[in-house]
Nanobody, 119 residues
């Protein structure tokens, strides 16, 4: 199973970015999918996650600016980020709870995509 993120980059404060993460491989089903971020010198933290049924959960500090969504048919999760701030600068990672064709269950991570917000 592989997760590949895309959509990161450099943006000015107040701007927007949309991240995508596609899961591929020997997938039977995907449970929760989520986005995490890690800024330099800080621990990785939850940004948002979404269940297979569409229930969402956000870090309190990000509610109202970030929106998570998913397309189950495409094994893809998205993160729409608006009104970006310099403190949103981090590497953003995708995570998915995957049941494989062999009926094993594991969390899988993507390689991360850099988001840099200039002030």
């Amino acid at each position: 199973v592989h997760l590949v993120e895309s959509g990161g980059g450099l943006v000015q404060a107040g701007g927007s970015l949309r991240l995508s993460c596609v899961a591929s491989g020997s997938i039977f089903s995907i449970n929760a999918m989520g986005w995490y971020r890690q800024a330099p010198g800080k621990q990785r933290e939850l940004v948002a996650d979404i269940s297979s049924g569409g229930s969402t959960n956000y870090a309190d500090s990000l509610k109202g600016r970030f929106t998570i969504s998913r397309d189950n048919a495409k094994n893809t999760v998205y993160l729409q980020m608006n009104s970006l701030k310099a403190e949103d600068t981090a590497v953003y990672y995708c995570k998915a709870g995957v049941v494989t064709i062999a009926r094993t269950w594991n969390d899988y991570w993507g390689q991360g995509t850099q988001v840099t917000v200039s002030s």
